[in-house]
C-alpha cells in the first residue's frame, strides 16, 4: 500500500459543485468522481517517474524532502498505526502525451 501527500495546485479543480456553469475553466483540469470511478489515475511512467493522468495529461508527482510523519487510521476512538512516510509529493504540470 503506497501512501501519497498531494499539494493541489492552483490549475486542478475537485469539486465542481462550487462552479457555476457559465464560469469559463478552460486552463482547469477537472478530477471528478463518480461512486468508485474517476477520470484520473496514478499511473508510473516508462523513466520510473510517478504521474497522476488525466486524459492524455500528465502531472508529474515530484518527490521532496518532509520530516518523518505517521499515518494513522480512527475507528470510533482507536487508533491504528498504518505507516511511516518520509516523503511527500507535488504535482507539476507537464506537456501532454
Known amino acids: 500500500m503506497a501512501f501519497f501527500i498531494l499539494k493541489k495546485p492552483a490549475f486542478i479543480t475537485f469539486n465542481m459543485e462550487k462552479y457555476s456553469e457559465n464560469m469559463s475553466l478552460m486552463s482547469k483540469h477537472q478530477i471528478l468522481s463518480n461512486g468508485n470511478t474517476s ?13 497522476i493522468k488525466y486524459g492524455n495529461v500528465l502531472l508529474e508527482m515530484k518527490d521532496v524532502k518532509c ?9 470510533h476512538d482507536v487508533g ?3 505507516e511511516k512516510v518520509n516523503c511527500k509529493w507535488f ?5 501532454n502525451l
Do not use: C, D, P
Not at 520530516?67 to 475507528?75: D, G, L, R, Y
Open 80 to 82: 491504528t498505526f498504518v
Open 39 to 51: 477520470n484520473a489515475s496514478l499511473v508510473k511512467h516508462r523513466n520510473g517517474k510517478w504521474y
Open 67 to 75: 520530516k518523518e510523519m505517521t499515518i494513522s487510521k480512527i475507528n
Open 91 to 95: 504535482l507539476q504540470n507537464t506537456a
